[in-house]
């Protein structure tokens, strides 16, 4: 597994190298940040080491925007990532697969999961880097993931197989994985429809999604320190 893990490491490393860095992106004002008179919802965001994912309160969700939660009746968390569809499903997912995701994509899935232990004991080996976020924020992060769904023809998210761990599945998903639209990516464009500063375009790697939220969560501290 280690060994996997590294020669994926090695792959984004070489991608992240060859594509341009995005610009940066500032807060959306009437999103971000929560306003002082109003209770923020906190997420998660986690370092896996290789990909990125999102942790949300499934009580904190409006059913109406993302009412896949409730396939997981029992989970306090809701984990959430995307992925090329081969690789992330494959058992082993090899070097030569993470290749062909960049250059020769086969479909997306989405990888949820549920869960009740704390975030921080449940991922013990992954960064936990939490956020808070407005109401209107969560909403529309919480929409935009909905609508990643893949559907079938009675509008039911289009469930494939059991998940890599825990309560989990993966879902058939509607955006095309490919080198300028890794799994990193996702996350960071989820983020930003949430209204954070959180520059999607450029992003191939983990790291350069949790330097980013590092930054959101450190200016955050330091704007409460103001008042």
Same mark, same amino acid.
């Given at each position: 597994?280690?060994?996997?893990?590294?020669?994926?490491? %090695?792959? $984004?490393?070489?991608?992240? *190298? #060859?594509?341009? &860095?995005?610009?940066?992106? !500032?807060? +959306?004002?009437?999103?971000?940040?929560?306003?002082?008179?109003?209770?923020?919802?906190?997420?998660?965001?986690?370092?896996?080491?290789?990909?990125?994912?999102?942790?949300?309160?499934?009580?904190?969700?409006?059913?109406?925007?993302?009412?896949?939660?409730?396939?997981?009746?029992?989970?306090?968390?809701?984990?959430?990532?995307?992925?090329?569809?081969?690789?992330?499903?494959? %058992?082993? $997912?090899?070097?030569?697969? *993470? #290749?062909?995701? &960049?250059?020769?994509?086969? !479909?997306? +899935?989405?990888?949820?999961?549920?869960?009740?232990?704390?975030?921080?004991?449940?991922?013990?080996?992954?960064?936990?880097?939490?956020?808070?976020?407005?109401?209107?924020?969560?909403?529309?992060?919480?929409?935009?993931?909905?609508?990643?769904?893949?559907?079938?023809?009675?509008?039911?998210?289009?469930?494939?197989?059991?998940?890599?761990?825990?309560?989990?599945?993966?879902?058939?998903?509607?955006?095309?994985?490919?080198?300028?639209?890794?799994?990193?990516?996702?996350?960071?464009?989820?983020?930003?429809?949430?209204?954070?500063?959180?520059?999607?375009?450029?992003?191939?790697?983990?790291?350069?999604?949790?330097?980013?939220?590092?930054?959101?969560?450190?200016?955050?501290?330091?704007?409460?320190?103001?008042?």
């Amino acid at each position: 597994m280690a060994i996997e893990v590294w020669s994926t490491l %090695r792959v $984004a490393g070489f991608l992240a *190298a #060859i594509v341009p &860095a995005g610009g940066c992106l !500032g807060p +959306v004002a009437d999103l971000y940040p929560p306003p002082g008179d109003e209770t923020a919802v906190t997420i998660s965001v986690l370092d896996h080491g290789w990909h990125t994912a999102i942790v949300v309160r499934r009580a904190d969700v409006d059913r109406a925007l993302w009412p896949e939660v409730d396939d997981f009746p029992e989970a306090t968390f809701i984990e959430v990532a995307w992925g090329d569809r081969e690789f992330y499903m494959a %058992r082993p $997912a090899t070097l030569w697969l *993470a #290749i062909k995701a &960049a250059f020769l994509a086969s !479909g997306s +899935v989405l990888h949820v999961v549920g869960f009740s232990a704390p975030v921080a004991h449940y991922f013990a080996e992954s960064e936990v880097v939490e956020l808070r976020l407005s109401r209107r924020g969560f909403d529309a992060m919480t929409r935009f993931i909905h609508e990643e769904y893949q559907r079938d023809r009675e509008d039911r998210a289009l469930r494939l197989e059991r998940g890599l761990y825990g309560s989990s599945w993966f879902y058939a998903a509607r955006s095309r994985y490919h080198l300028f639209n890794t799994c990193n990516t996702w996350i960071a464009r989820a983020l930003s429809m949430a209204g954070l500063a959180v520059t999607p375009s450029g992003v191939i790697t983990a790291d350069e999604v949790v330097r980013q939220v590092r930054k959101v969560r450190t200016t955050a501290a330091g704007d409460a320190r103001t008042f």
